[in-house]
């Protein structure tokens, strides 16, 4: 038998590692701004998978790196600037928890990598960095947009009916971890390839 190959293996972990890096309790505000019902199985069900893909690899890097750039070159340029700064928030017994990519003196600015540039925000990207901003007390969130050949952002005011939108959806988990009875099914076309999928379905998916 040969020799096995290390490092697939050793980047899986490398990469589990970091996008769990000093996890804290609580429900995260990304898991609020997308499927309850998937936020409830990953609690009660947990799978954790990394697929290594080129997407996958892009993504966590260009993120590394822009840690990297504003925490060692950012006061080169602004006094009051900062990267993956952590956000809490505690409302009715719950706590919310999340990381801003970068904060500014009067805004969040949230990065997303994508195959292809969006014609406006997506509502989950849009409901996370609003509540980023919100809880931060910044006027303003930004959305960034990195694809292969550009880079395009989306600005706003923060909106407080906007928050309260994820406030309700945290109180609607925190009900459904409490009760063990899994919140409705919020059918997209994120679901076929969601992990749970047979599971929320009761059917096997189609490979199609």
């Given amino acids: 038998m ?11 972990e490398l990469i589990k590692a970091y996008e769990s890096r000093e996890h804290e309790d609580g429900i995260y505000i990304s898991s609020l701004s997308t499927c309850l019902r998937k936020a409830f199985y990953e609690q009660f069900f947990p799978v954790y998978e990394t697929k290594l893909s080129k997407p996958v690899f892009e993504g966590t890097a260009i993120h590394y790196f822009i840690d990297y750039l504003v925490k060692n070159y ?22 919310l928890v999340g990381r801003a990519d970068i904060v500014l003196d009067d805004r969040i600015i949230e990065v997303k990598t994508t195959s292809s ?19 931060l007390k910044k006027k303003y969130f930004e959305i960034a947009y990195i694809s292969n050949d550009r880079i395009k952002s989306f600005v706003y ?31 997209s076309q994120l679901c076929v390839k969601c992990p749970f999928y047979d599971k929320c379905f009761n059917q096997l998916k189609l490979n199609v």
Wanted: aromatic share 10%.
């Fill in 2 to 12: 040969g020799v096995r190959d290390k490092f697939t293996t050793l980047l899986k």
């Fill in 74 to 95: 950012g006061n080169l340029l602004m006094e009051n600037i900062d990267s993956e700064v952590r956000v809490r928030y505690i409302i009715d017994g719950i706590k």
């Fill in 117 to 135: 540039i969006p014609f406006k925000p997506y509502t989950s990207h849009v409901l996370q960095a609003n509540a980023y901003a919100y809880i």
């Fill in 157 to 187: 005011e923060t909106r407080k009916d906007l928050f309260d939108v994820i406030v309700e959806r945290a109180r609607i988990l925190s009900t459904a971890f409490k009760t063990g009875i899994a919140p409705d099914r919020e059918v």
